[in-house]
Nanobody
């Protein structure tokens, strides 16, 4: 069983910063990729930032230059540093991981429970 546990989030004024952290635990062979998604009320869940095992990153256009994703492969953690936050960044943020399990290295996708980020204007 694999679990993703998130921390961070909260309420911040526009222009402020927050840091989200996510730790993966349980029986796993390796983590192929980790990332953060978000879902605002009435909207679909969208990718915010992702990072693969080799360190390559990708970001949603709306957060480029403001958010930074980082990963500690030894600790199986992924962080999202969010700067210059805007009210439109308000959403529930979910940690995501693609994990390889078993001797066949099958891929499985896991989600965290979500953490609320609210940016006031």
């Amino acid at each position: 069983q694999v679990q993703l546990v998130e921390s961070g989030g909260g309420l911040v004024q526009a222009g402020g910063s927050l840091r989200l952290s996510c730790a993966a635990s349980g029986s796993m062979f390796s983590i192929k990729a980790m990332g953060w998604y978000r879902q605002a009320p009435g909207k679909q869940r969208e990718l915010v930032a992702g990072i693969i095992s080799g360190g390559r990153t990708n970001y949603a256009d709306s957060v480029k230059g403001r958010f930074t994703i980082s990963r500690d492969n030894a600790k199986n953690t992924v962080d999202l540093q969010m700067n210059s936050l805007k009210p439109e960044d308000t959403a529930v943020y979910y940690c995501n991981a693609i994990i390889l399990l078993g001797h066949l290295l099958n891929e499985y996708q896991y989600w965290g429970q979500g953490t609320q980020v609210t940016v006031s204007s």
